[in-house]
């Protein structure tokens, strides 16, 4: 005999359990002793129903039953384990008799997993358990891989397939069956798949499996399932042909997968990356697209092709006033306005037109949004120019109607530029820039109309583009610079603060202010550049102050719509703090004109930008129409007789009354008076003599650069050189009403 | 049906019995004689009464068993008598039952003569 516990193979229970059903008591002894010096551990029960009894709370590994028993037999025992609950796959041998053909039969028909013919040759029967045991663990795997597979592919929404040929079609799991929405009890044959599918569609998937099948290639495609219960569904096939030895297809085996979701996905994605998520209108990338193919087809079909670039009138102001929300739903409404003008499709189109036919180029036909306010309406065939003129007719007729914002009645009108291809433009990048030309031209025409390019047109709009769009670049290419213009405490000789103003360098040559900053207030960037120049007189304040102590103000410009921002305060704030000077280094300037014309909006912002001790400075003071009464309530500092009352001092009495007038005034309020434009000693003398100690100008110094303004100090202020030095305070003229520079000198803010 | 010369317990089947147990430490021989003894005995009442009452399928039963039981022990001509019982049985050929049965109560008192003596000596 075999020796004793002989060990198991390594995946088998270390004493498997066996029970052992016999009535003959003899071999139920022999058995059981045998089949324990083989390791096995044995319970023994003497009939069927003992047997039953004994599983209700014993699991055995294996079921050994003698089939002929009185009472219940072996047959009978293994129907009834059978249906326990944990017993459906559990081995069970059935012992019969030598030459029992049909009991053997029975057995398999009982549910017995094999059987084995009863002998005195024990050894023989723990061989047969122990093979069942290890097919039985086998099979425990495969199916629990198997069942890990279904759920796997029942979470991915996927399902396998076979699809032997000369057997009628697919043959689905019963997770491919789920994909469609079947049940295990509904196979699925080609023709309710197709069914399944729309009619459109259909002939389609058929010819591209036939295709498949007759070429022997991968069969991969989506198609869209209509399922029982209604539901639509995207469902991915993926199959690949399976050969015999002789490189004979005999098939296909592949999954099905439910990509419904992710189809959507993929669509919503494509979506956001070719259109205006505001406006739901393609979008730049997408425009171009359109154009390009648009004169693709002009091109092979011999057609022009019209861009209208359109762009709202005064949008910016619309915006600076109603807020940007109000802007935003203003851009709506002229957009949805707007595709009514074209044939407008909203197909997203980035694969090949080829399929579609020759005329499918009228799919590109769309009304697109480049950015801002700027549209773009594209139409891919035109007989001429008056084809196009007509669009922008519609166009400039759909904004005529006021636009309802938030209770109050917008009235916008639009410039539209026209460009034809090939005349204007061979390529999407000329007709983008020579609408744009055409449309500036009729910006500078009034507004609110349209033109086609021509190219008379192009020198000056197109100088103008350039400039914008280098003006874009200016601040993060660091074109900008900040020049100083020193304020002079005329009697003392001493610098007491200066004006920053700002300067481009582009490429090297100095745009004067008069070019850029009136194209900047147009197009918006005065917001951007002026914030960059908060930044940057901050940053100068603190140099200035390491290198010399400098502890005064350097005065920016703003224009009024600056004040209007609700976070200026705190934009000061921020950059001050960067570099660690106080509030009071940066003084603002607001002209007069733009202070009275905005005043309800500016004064909140003039109080707030006070209480942080940020001083206000009137620029142009006496140009414009100020209102007194506001001017004595107003949290200002500073008045800045404009220069041309300085210029003609000496020369017109008008010029001198003016210039009394707005000291005394500035006296009776107790605000700074300071007189820009000084370019001589008359006038500086003058001026003093009226009573402003504070000056700016030429005669003191031009706007330099920072480093400049320290090697001015250096060598003209502190030796004392300059001819306007000493003049004022030892001339023996009437002593001036000293207008101090007392700092801090702040109006209590109005509670 | 003659006896033939064989002996009533066949020696290769009892080795196979005091293999399974080399050292006797679990008594099994006695074990299994024993367990032989109480099955001759319920069966042998179990036999007697289904002749009586001339019930086929007990007989079957009880001879099935003992058939099985014999041959463990080396009875082999028990055994053998309990398959023709059996096999007569199934093929409804009972004109030789009554016979045959008799010669089966004769052998199971011979067996059990047999084993008696190997029990006790055990």
Redesign the interface.
């Known amino acids: 005999?075999t020796p004793r516990n002989q060990p198991f193979s390594e995946d088998l229970p270390e004493r498997p359990k066996v029970l052992l059903v016999d009535?003959?008591?003899?071999?139920?002894?022999?058995t059981s002793?045998?089949l324990e010096?083989q390791g096995f551990s044995v319970t023994t029960a003497t009939g069927g129903e003992q047997a039953i009894a004994t599983l209700v709370d014993f699991l055995p590994d294996i079921v050994v039953l003698d089939a002929?028993?009185?009472g219940l037999d072996g047959f009978q025992t293994c129907r009834e384990l059978r249906v326990l609950p944990g017993f459906e796959s559990l081995p069970v041998l059935m012992l019969t008799g030598l030459d029992d053909d049909a009991s053997i039969t029975r057995a398999y028909e009982a549910g017995a997993t094999d059987f084995f013919v009863?002998s005195?040759q024990?050894s023989l029967l723990s061989g047969r358990l122990r093979y069942l045991l290890r097919a039985s663990r086998t099979r425990v795997e495969l199916e629990r891989s198997k069942s890990r597979l279904a759920r796997a592919q029942d979470l991915a929404r996927m399902g396998s397939f076979d699809w032997k040929k000369g057997q009628g079609g697919p043959v689905f799991s019963i997770e491919g069956l789920r994909v469609f929405g079947v049940g295990p009890d509904h196979p699925l044959n080609f023709r309710k798949l197709l069914r399944m599918v729309p009619e459109e569609e259909r002939n389609a998937f058929i010819e591209l499996t036939h295709n498949a099948m007759e070429r022997s290639t991968v069969l991969a495609t989506d198609i869209h399932a209509r399922l029982a219960d209604g539901r639509q569904r995207i469902v991915h096939l993926e199959a690949e042909p399976e050969f015999n030895e002789h490189g004979n297809l005999i098939g296909y085996t592949g999954i099905v997968q439910d990509v419904t979701d992710r189809r959507l996905a993929e669509d919503r994605i494509r979506h956001l990356a070719n259109f205006d998520t505001l406006t739901g209108l393609p979008n730049r990338r997408q425009l171009i697209w359109r154009a390009e193919r648009a004169l693709e087809h002009g091109r092979r079909l011999n057609h022009q092709v019209a861009l209208l670039l359109i762009d709202l009138d005064r949008f910016k102001v619309i915006n600076d006033t109603l807020g940007h929300g109000a802007g935003d739903e203003l851009l709506v409404e002229v957009a949805r306005r707007l595709r009514s003008c074209v044939r407008h499709s909203d197909q997203v189109l980035e694969s090949s037109l080829e399929t579609v036919g020759v005329r499918s180029h009228r799919t590109l036909e769309a009304v697109g949004r480049l950015g801002g306010d700027e549209f773009v309406a594209l139409l891919p065939e035109v007989a001429d120019e008056r084809d196009a003129e007509r669009v922008a007719e519609r166009i400039l007729e759909a904004m005529r109607l006021p636009i309802i914002i938030g209770m109050q009645e917008c009235f916008v009108t639009a410039s539209v530029g026209i460009a034809i291809f090939p005349r204007d433009g061979a390529n999407v990048a000329d007709l983008l820039r020579n609408s744009d030309v055409a449309m500036y031209s009729v910006k500078s025409a009034g507004r609110n109309s349209s033109a086609v390019y021509r190219q008379s047109l192009s020198g000056q709009g197109r100088e103008k583009l350039e400039l914008e769009s280098a003006l874009h670049k200016a601040i993060e290419r660091d074109e900008l610079v900040l020049y100083y213009q020193p304020k002079i405490d005329v009697r003392g000789a001493r610098m007491v603060g200066a004006e920053a103003l700002m300067r481009w360098r582009r490429q090297g040559v100095l745009v004067p202010p008069g070019d850029f900053i009136p194209l900047a207030e147009e197009t918006g960037l005065i917001t951007p550049l002026s914030e960059w120049a908060i930044r940057e007189a901050a940053r100068q304040a603190r140099i200035w102050q390491d290198n010399f102590g400098f502890a005064d103000s350097i005065a920016v410009n703003l224009p009024s719509r600056m004040f209007e921002r609700t976070d200026l305060v705190e934009y000061i704030h921020t950059a001050v703090t960067t570099y660690g000077v106080p509030h009071h280094a940066i003084e603002l300037e607001i002209t007069e004109t733009g202070l009275m014309k905005d005043l309800q909006n500016v004064i909140p912002a003039l109080h707030r930008l006070n209480e942080i001790g940020v001083e206000i400075s009137i620029d142009d003071f006496g140009t414009g129409y100020s209102s007194l009464a506001y001017l004595t309530t107003l949290p200002i500092s500073e008045l800045k007789i404009d220069r041309s009352f300085v210029r003609d001092l000496g020369m017109t009495p008008q010029s001198s009354a003016v210039v009394t007038a707005i000291i005394a005034l500035a006296r009776s309020l107790g605000l700074r008076v300071i007189a820009e434009g000084v370019e001589n000693l008359r006038q500086m003398e003058v001026l003093h003599r009226l009573g402003c100690g504070i000056m700016q100008g030429f005669l003191f110094s031009k706007p330099q650069p920072p480093e400049d303004i320290e090697d001015w100090l250096e060598q003209t202020v502190l030796p004392r050189k300059a001819p306007w030095i000493g003049r004022a305070g030892s001339a023996d003229v009437t002593e001036p009403p000293r207008v101090t520079r007392a700092r801090p000198l702040r109006i209590k803010p109005v509670a | 049906m003659s006896l033939s010369p064989i002996p009533v317990l066949d020696e290769g089947a009892l080795q196979r019995l005091r293999d399974l147990d080399p050292a006797g430490k679990n008594q099994l021989l006695e074990r299994v004689l024993r367990a032989f003894e109480n099955s001759v005995v319920r069966l042998g009442a179990q036999l007697v009464d289904a002749r009586e009452k001339n019930d086929m399928q007990s007989v079957r039963h009880a001879v099935h068993t003992l058939k099985s039981s014999s041959a463990s022990i080396g009875a082999l001509r028990l055994s053998r008598l309990c398959a023709e019982i059996e096999a007569a049985v199934r093929q409804e050929a009972l004109a030789g039952l009554p016979g045959l049965l008799d010669d089966v109560d004769r052998e199971l008192a011979v067996v059990l003569q047999a084993v008696q003596p190997m029990r006790s000596a055990g």
């Open positions: 005999m009535d003959d008591e003899v071999n139920l002894l022999l002793v045998a010096d002929v028993m009185p009863k005195t024990w």
